[in-house]
């Protein structure tokens, strides 16, 4: 069983920088590939990055690709989504997310994944 706990989440201005941060918890982390996801109210869930745990292979959101970078720390069984130039449009929920069948690249299904963070708040002001 995998348990994730999230951080990092906060209020900031257009343009600036955030740093997310979702952490594995257990004697032992049982996940192929970790992800975050973001929701608004009354929107479906969406994708943002996941990581493949092995060889660290990663998947963006066009919506995201050349803003996000999402990383892993095998040794401290972390994965963190490093956000830039941030815009009002990102303001969500963020969602860390565990997925435990190996796949050839990190799935972008919300329903693939097996286990969920309690979701931290992103908001971004103009």
């Known amino acids: 069983q995998v348990q994730l706990l999230e951080s990092g989440g906060g209020l900031v201005q257009a343009g600036d920088s955030l740093r997310l941060s979702c952490k594995a918890l257990?004697?032992?982390?049982?996940?192929?590939?970790m992800g975050w996801f973001r929701q608004v109210p009354g929107k479906e869930r969406e994708f943002v990055a996941a990581i493949r745990w092995t060889g660290h292979k990663t998947v963006y959101a066009d919506s995201v690709k050349g803003r996000f970078t999402i990383s892993a720390d095998n040794t401290k069984n972390t994965a963190d989504l490093q956000m830039r130039s941030l815009k009002p449009e990102d303001t969500a929920v963020y969602y860390c997310?565990?997925?435990?069948?190996?796949?050839?690249?990190?799935?972008?299904?919300?329903?693939?994944?097996?286990?969920w963070g309690q979701g931290t708040q992103v908001t971004v002001s103009s």
């Open positions: 257990g004697r032992a982390v049982s996940a192929a590939t």
């Open positions: 997310a565990a997925r435990s069948i190996w796949d050839l690249e990190p799935s972008t299904i919300p329903r693939t994944y097996d286990y």
